[in-house]
């Protein structure tokens, strides 16, 4: 009899627990779903309404999100715990256009820790976690996203951040690009007085450098997309676990025999092949460049030209960065049931634009999944519509978004710091010695122990005992798993 109470007591508080969550949760709650957090007026428990997200009552579900993500954090919340009583961050104010994820927020609290002020927004309209938002809102962060915001409420979010009464930004943490543009053209005289940019993509380094080479970029900027820790870790290791999650989670596809065409065998691209391979997955690869094309070649697969193997191939990935990269006749000539997703950072790479037309009918099938049918009943599925697959559908591995995050808040501390003079208005790539940094704080999570040189050692080699140990020009060679 006292075990079948105990049991009932239990089932009791489990069953209290899931239905406080069910109260809460935006997505089980239609009317909630269906009114623009826009248009709704919440407050967190400071009296604070300087934030917009889907649910502040989820904060206490998100608080939980980011104590999970701390556990697997230790070297970013350890940069946090040496830097917090020297305050490396005091006075900054840093705007941040990042994917709002559990893992984010624990960089952004370390940001605080440091002694910034923040405001943020989301970079990709689907990859906010909505739980997240309402943590960090809560804790006075200034968060304006939601998980299926539309075009324009991508852009008021980003100038909500931006322009507000009393406050003005003196550093950008950006992913992609789009808010350093938007302040670059709205608001140039607030973009003048900007400290430094961080920058972690593909697609806003490209846009940092346009910038650069027509001498329009007045402030020094960090290209954290091409540092050693964010290139051959982040880019290769991360997409080569969430690559096959994302797909999985989507569309529930065996890779095995499957045909499946990566375009571009960059660091994403050598990720994505190289889980693809290890299930049994026929991989064709598609390069501009000769000398990834031969990497793709020496690793066993077969590049091709998209054209070649559209109509027998059963996926299609792409990781280029670039645009219009399949297009409307290329789609058009896919077999029936054939998926198309997208791995870089823009929803530029696959034209999805040219889908939406009268004789093509949409079908949702499922949150980020949607049928594209043709007039004869052809059907491809399209997954996130076009944008940034493993973060809209899916999640990423934490650790490695540790090695990311400690190199960004590095780089804005490093930027904030800096004498005048250090940096002039142009584009530079993380110090080899901070990436070195980076990387030992997150050996003791392998208990792994780095030998050290010896004096004569050191001399005859060249370097300093505690490095940097490799010149600036060398290339960490991306391994085929």
Same mark, same amino acid.
């Given at each position: 009899?006292?075990?079948?109470?105990?049991?009932?007591?239990?089932?009791?508080?489990?069953?209290?627990?899931?239905?406080?969550?069910?109260?809460?949760?935006?997505?089980?709650?239609?009317?909630?779903?269906?009114?623009?957090?826009?248009?709704?007026?919440?407050?967190?428990?400071?009296g604070s309404s300087d934030f917009c997200v889907k649910n502040i009552k989820q904060a206490e579900f998100g608080r939980r999100e980011i104590e999970i993500a701390e556990q697997d954090m230790s070297a970013l919340i350890s940069l946090r715990k040496r830097a917090q009583s020297e305050k490396p961050l005091a006075g900054a104010k840093i705007v941040g256009c990042t994917h709002i994820t559990a893992q984010t927020a624990v960089l952004i609290e370390t940001l605080v820790a440091l002694?910034?002020?923040?405001?943020?927004? %989301? @970079?990709?309209?689907?990859?906010?976690?909505?739980?997240?938002?309402? %943590?960090?809102?809560?804790?006075? +962060?200034?968060?304006?996203?939601?998980?299926?915001?539309?075009?324009?409420?991508?852009?008021?979010?980003?100038?909500?951040? +931006?322009?507000?009464?009393?406050?003005?930004?003196?550093?950008?943490?950006?992913?992609?690009?789009?808010?350093?543009?938007?302040? /670059?053209?709205?608001?140039?005289?607030?973009?003048?007085?900007?400290?430094?940019?961080?920058?972690?993509?593909?697609?806003?380094?490209?846009?940092? /450098?346009?910038?650069?080479?027509?001498?329009?970029?007045?402030?020094?900027?960090?290209?954290?997309?091409?540092?050693?820790?964010?290139?051959?870790?982040?880019?290769?290791? @991360?997409?080569?676990?969430? #690559?096959?999650?994302?797909?999985?989670?989507?569309?529930?596809?065996?890779?095995?025999?499957?045909?499946? +065409?990566?375009?571009?065998?960059?660091?994403?691209?050598?990720? @994505?092949?190289?889980?693809?391979?290890?299930?049994?997955? #026929?991989?064709?690869?598609?390069?501009?460049?000769?000398? @990834?094309?031969?990497?793709?070649?020496?690793?066993?697969?077969?590049? +091709?030209?998209?054209?070649?193997? #559209?109509?027998?191939?059963?996926?299609? #990935?792409?990781?280029?960065?670039?645009?219009?990269?399949?297009?409307?006749?290329?789609?058009?000539?896919?077999?029936?049931?054939?998926?198309?997703c997208n791995m870089g950072h823009s929803n530029t790479e696959i034209d999805v634009a040219s889908l939406r037309t009268p004789e093509l009918t949409w079908e949702r099938v499922r949150s980020q999944v949607d049928h594209v049918i043709w007039p004869d009943g052809k059907r491809v599925i399209l997954l996130a519509e076009g944008r940034l697959l493993n973060l809209s559908c899916s999640t990423v591995p934490t650790f490695v978004l540790s090695i990311t995050a400690t190199t960004q808040?590095?780089?804005?501390?490093?930027?904030?710091?800096?004498?005048?003079?250090?940096?002039?208005?142009?584009?530079?790539?993380?110090?080899?010695?901070?990436?070195? /940094?980076? %990387?030992?704080?997150?050996?003791?999570?392998?208990?792994?122990?780095?030998?050290?040189?010896?004096?004569?050692?050191?001399?005859?080699?060249?370097?300093?005992?505690?490095?940097?140990?490799?010149?600036? /020009?060398?290339?960490?060679?991306?391994?085929?798993?």
């Open positions: 009899a006292g075990r079948r109470s105990l049991s009932r007591s239990i089932s009791q508080s489990s069953t209290d627990i899931c239905l406080q969550y069910y109260l809460s949760a935006s997505y089980t709650d239609s009317s909630d779903d269906e009114t623009s957090p826009r248009d709704k007026t919440q407050v967190n428990s400071k002694g910034a002020q923040c405001r943020w927004t %989301a @970079c990709n309209i689907y990859s906010t976690q909505n739980e997240v938002a309402a %943590a960090l809102s809560e804790t006075g +962060v200034a968060v304006f996203a939601w998980k299926g915001e539309s075009e324009d409420d991508f852009w008021w979010c980003i100038d909500r951040c +931006v322009n507000t009464e009393g406050w003005q930004p003196n550093m950008i943490l950006d992913d992609g690009g789009d808010l350093t543009h938007w302040m /670059y053209k709205k608001y140039p005289n607030v973009f003048k007085k900007i400290r430094g940019i961080v920058e972690e993509s593909v697609t806003g380094v490209h846009r940092l /450098y346009q910038l650069s080479k027509a001498g329009k970029l007045c402030v020094p900027a960090m290209n954290v997309n091409d540092s050693v820790t964010k290139q051959k870790f982040d880019n290769l290791y @991360c997409c080569r676990e969430s #690559i096959l999650d994302g797909l999985k989670r989507t569309t529930d596809v065996m890779f095995g025999g499957k045909q499946v +065409v990566v375009c571009g065998y960059g660091e994403v691209g050598k990720g @994505c092949c190289a889980a693809l391979k290890a299930l049994g997955a #026929i991989v064709y690869v598609t390069e501009i460049d000769p000398i @990834c094309a031969l990497q793709a070649c020496m690793d066993g697969f077969r590049v +091709v030209k998209l054209n070649e193997v #559209i109509r027998q191939v059963d996926v299609i #990935i792409t990781c280029t960065g670039n645009k219009n990269v399949v297009t409307r006749d290329q789609l058009d000539r896919m077999k029936n049931g054939s998926i198309v808040a590095l780089a804005l501390i490093e930027l904030y710091n800096a004498p005048e003079g250090r940096y002039k208005q142009d584009v530079y790539l993380l110090p080899k010695k901070m990436d070195e /940094y980076v %990387a030992s704080l997150h050996l003791a999570t392998f208990d792994a122990h780095l030998t050290e040189l010896s004096d004569e050692q050191a001399k005859y080699l060249g370097l300093n005992k505690n490095g940097p140990f490799k010149p600036n /020009y060398y290339r960490y060679r991306s391994t085929n798993f």
